[in-house]
Each structure stands twice: as C-alpha cells, then as structure tokens.
C-alpha cells in the first residue's frame, strides 16, 4: 500500500501519551493508515505520495470544538457591527451609527458584543441612543452573551412591539417605571425581533456556511457540534443547507447538529435517519434549562446576592424538561442542556438520572453545557451518571470576575468554571468555544483552560481549576468526539481513523504557557484532504 500523503514530524501529539514524539502520521485516502517512525514510514512512500515534514511544529489530531453556533457565529463574524470595543452606550451607538452609513444597502444593522459590565455605567442602555442617530433604520444588537438584545424604536415597529406586548416564556421585554418598552430584551422575547431581522434569502445563507468553513479550516477545526441557539436563532436554522454542502462535496469540517428538544420526538427521528453520513449528522438534541448570571436568568439554589428576590427560574417548567428528556433518552437520543446556575445543573442531572432509571438506558453521553456555577454535591455525579462535562474555559476571559460575583456572591467563587475539580470527580471533559459567543480560535480555549487567567489576562481566577495541557488537547480533541460517540473514529491520530489533522506553528508543550494563545495553525487536514494551508515563517 503506497501513501496519498505522510505527515512526518518530530513533535507529534496522537493523543494516546502525554508529550508529543517523533512520527510520521501516513495517509490513504481519507483514513490514516498507520502511525510509524520516520523510518518505518518509507515503505509507504510511492510515486504520488505528497510528503509534509515538520521539526519544530506541532502536530495534533483535528480540533472538535464540542459546543458553538454555525450560523449565527458567521453571521456576526461577516455581516454584523461588533461592539466589543465600545466603553459606553454612547460609543456603541456611535460605532453603529458609523457601520449603517457604510452599509447603506443593510435594511437591519445587526450588531454584536456590547457589554454594561465593561461600561462605566454598569447600565443596561436605552432605546433612545439609538433612535438619535438612527431613527428610520431598524437595529439589533446583541450582547456578548447573546441572551439579551438591544434595539431602537424602528426595530420595536417593525415587530409590533409596544408596553402592551405580552412576554413569551422565558422571555423579558424591559419596561421603566412609567411601563414604557426600554429597547432590551432578554432570552426567547429576542425572537419576536429576530425572526425578521435574520430572515436572510438563500444566497445570504450559503454564503455564510461557506464562511464559517473556511473559519474553521484555518483554525485546526475538523469536527464541531452545532447547537440549538434559542428560539432567538430559529430563523437561521436550516439543516437542508448542510446537506446540500455535504452532498456536492463542500463540507471541509464535519458538522454534528443538535436542534431543539422540545417534545416533538417524530421530528426528532426523521432528522436522524436522513443526516448520518460521515460528515453530516444529527447527533442528538439540545435546549435550556436556565439563561446567564448577569442576566439574572441562570437558575440558582440562593437569591442573587444584587438582586435578593430572585435566583432565577427555568427556562421551562421542571416537569416539561424532566419529560422531554426521558421521552429522547428512551428513544435512544444525546441530550444536552444548557445549565449555567447551579440549580440548573442540579436539574439536568436530576432529569438524566431519572431518566436513566425509567428507560434503563446505558452509554447514551447526555451533557451539561457550560456547568459555570455548580455545586460540589454534583461533582461527583458527573460520573456516576456518565454524563459529560461541556465546558468552554475561554468564558473566563468574557467578564471581571468581580462583577460575576456580585451577582452571585463571592464564596461560590471556588465552584466558578470549574474543570480541575470535575475531572478529579471522574467527569469526563469536552472543550468548546460556544462561537460566536467566544472567539473560535482553539489555542484561546488552551490557553484559558492551562493558565485560568482572567477577562484583563493579568492574573488567574481559580487557578487550582488549570488542567495539563495534554489533558486540554484531549479535551478539545477526544472529548468532542467521545461526545457524539465517535471516539473510534475521531479525536486522536491513530490507525484506521478519519485522517483528520492539524499542524500549529510552534510546539506548546515546549514554550510558556503563555505564549499558546498566540500559536497559530499552518495545516489543516479533514478526511485525507489538504483544506488550509500556510506558509511557515
């Protein structure tokens, strides 16, 4: 058997040890057929073998980023006013004025990123800054979390939104003191905007696939799971165009999708049987059970300590969450639920072990995304449930740790994004980005996940909570894998997997740990195909 490719190098991560080692990773077709010495690799070598050698670069398997938004992620990354930088309401107004007078064909000016908490203010804005500066053109933005919108009047119009608008579940739509609409709404009211504003025609559409494709190919990302984002983002799912990508070859990055769990499990069915291809799938179901700490809305055992008389509800009544799960665990289905507060994570463990004991179901890998504030009686319950841990390390850099434990109080700080804790409990670990509400760049993520440094990247926040790093490039590799039950298929370079691969720039495991977040990738290899690559310096 004579090679398509070999990828030869002195530092090579396979996953299966903890230190990278010189190899030669050798490839026929899409599958890597052997993980050899240098030396053994040369009875592979033909005519048409492409050989790639690397000394002092790092060769891992392909990134899975287990937890991120296709659709809206590109949408932000290409079409939106990012508000990221702004240090008030009045700059962000001012950056979104700006983006509309250059955009003048853009019927919605849609931004993202803005964020009360790095504004001196620490003030929700108003409607009325931006109906001074744009007051025809209608405008949605939202925040860095993406679970609550900004917007002007015109946008309000648009959607018939006025003080005797009616909520929906889980759902706010801020009033003042005199009952008049402010411009933000929280969690699932968003949609009332949304489902005009993102109405895109198809052409829009495929071109944002192709954008996030690209995106990940450049990043090292061979494998994602796309989840359900929130009645807020129904409007740009589509799953018809994946497959369309998928059946005329576009798809450089394996895609697992999750839509919504919401107890309509014929549908759910139907999607499973037509995506289960080897790079489309519909890998499970997904939704929420609570909102964000500093939205007031993550699900929590005590009152917020800034707002004693509340600690958050459900995203949905206790009974409906513990039923759909049971209903998708008896049919065989992943369940993963967004569960930030630790009242929340104790729900969604609650609802996969009932569950577990009404079906009697074995391996069927539910998990808890995101598990921000948890309680240490559910550390351990991780494992015995065999549930797994979502978790994105690159939130620590999202905002001031003081501020999050305002809300929460400063004596849950140890039980803040844990991962170290988790892991000695026996959890096991998948690493995600949760783009576009984190940069996509997995060195970020490997970054925050072995320093714990924080939003203003001077010093840690829980530092006791760093894994190794070759427990991170497991974690963002295996773990996603693992996850849609694909372990022996994916997420390491070993013989008979999907040759899926990627090369950084430099050796992590060499250099010091602060100096990961600015590796960047120079190969990428999805299913025995060269999709991305640059010139070395």
């Known amino acids: 058997m004579k090679a398509d490719l070999i990828v030869k190098g002195k530092k090579v991560f396979t996953g299966l040890q903890n230190q990278p080692e010189e190899a030669a990773v050798v490839i026929c077709g899409n599958k890597i057929v052997d993980v050899c010495s240098i030396e053994e690799s040369r009875v592979y070598q033909g005519e048409g073998t492409r050989e790639l050698v690397y000394t002092d670069q790092l060769i891992v398997p392909g990134f899975h980023d287990a937890h991120l938004h296709i659709m809206l992620g590109s949408m932000i990354e290409n079409f939106c006013v990012m508000l990221g930088d702004a240090k008030s309401e009045e700059e962000a107004a001012a950056m979104v004025k700006e983006y509309a007078d250059l955009h003048p064909e853009d019927e919605w000016i849609i931004g993202f990123g803005w964020d009360r908490n790095a504004w001196e203010s620490k003030r929700d804005p108003h409607k009325s800054s931006l109906d001074r500066l744009l007051p025809d053109r209608p405008v949605f933005l939202l925040n860095v979390e993406a679970h609550y919108g900004w917007v002007n009047s015109c946008a309000l119009e648009r959607a018939c939104i006025d003080e005797t608008t009616p909520a929906p579940d889980f759902g706010i739509i801020e009033k003042d003191e005199k009952g008049e609409v402010t411009g933000i709404l929280h969690e699932s009211a968003m949609a009332l905007i949304t489902s005009i504003a993102y109405a895109f025609p198809r052409p829009k559409q495929e071109a944002l696939l192709a954008g996030f494709l690209s995106h990940t190919a450049k990043h090292g990302i061979t494998s994602v799971d796309d989840l359900y984002g929130s009645r807020a983002n129904e409007a740009l799912d589509d799953y018809s165009l994946f497959k369309a990508f998928d059946e005329s070859g576009k798809l450089t990055t394996r895609l697992h999708f999750y839509p919504p769990m919401n107890g309509d499990i014929e549908r759910a069915k139907r999607l499973r049987d037509e995506f289960r291809s080897e790079k489309l799938q519909m890998s499970g179901l997904k939704q929420f059970v609570d909102g964000v700490v500093t939205g007031h809305t993550a699900y929590m055992l005590e009152p917020y300590r800034d707002k004693p008389d509340s600690h958050g509800e459900p995203a949905f009544p206790e009974e409906d969450i513990k039923k759909w799960v049971a209903e998708a665990d008896k049919e065989g289905f992943k369940v993963r639920l967004h569960a930030i507060g630790d009242r929340a994570i104790r729900l969604a463990l609650d609802s996969f072990e009932e569950a577990k004991k009404a079906n009697q179901t074995g391996d069927l890998r539910h998990a808890v995304e995101h598990v921000e504030v948890i309680n240490p009686a559910d550390l351990s319950r991780f494992h ?46 998948a690493f995600s ?14 970054h925050r996940a072995v320093t714990r440094m924080d939003y203003y990247g001077q010093v840690p926040w829980n530092e006791a909570e760093a894994v190794s790093l070759a427990d991170a490039i497991r974690y963002y590799t295996l773990g996603g894998a693992y996850g849609v039950h ?6 390491t370079l070993e013989k008979g997997k999907y ?18 977040k600015d590796a960047k990738v120079v190969l990428t290899v999805m299913d025995g195909q060269i999709v991305y690559q640059a010139e070395l310096d």
């Open 499 to 516: 040759a899926d691969i990627a090369v950084l720039d430099r050796d992590l495991f060499s250099i010091p740990a602060d100096g990961i």
């Open 433 to 446: 980005s949760d783009f576009p509400v984190a940069p996509i760049n997995p060195m970020l993520g490997l």
């Open 486 to 491: 694909r372990e022996h298929e994916l997420g």
């Open 384 to 429: 015995e449930l065999g549930a797994i841990a979502s978790i994105q390390p690159i939130h620590l850099a999202l905002m001031p740790a003081d501020g999050y434990l305002n809300a929460i109080g400063v004596e849950q700080s140890p039980y803040c994004y844990t991962s170290k804790m988790l892991q000695d409990a026996g959890a096991t670990l």
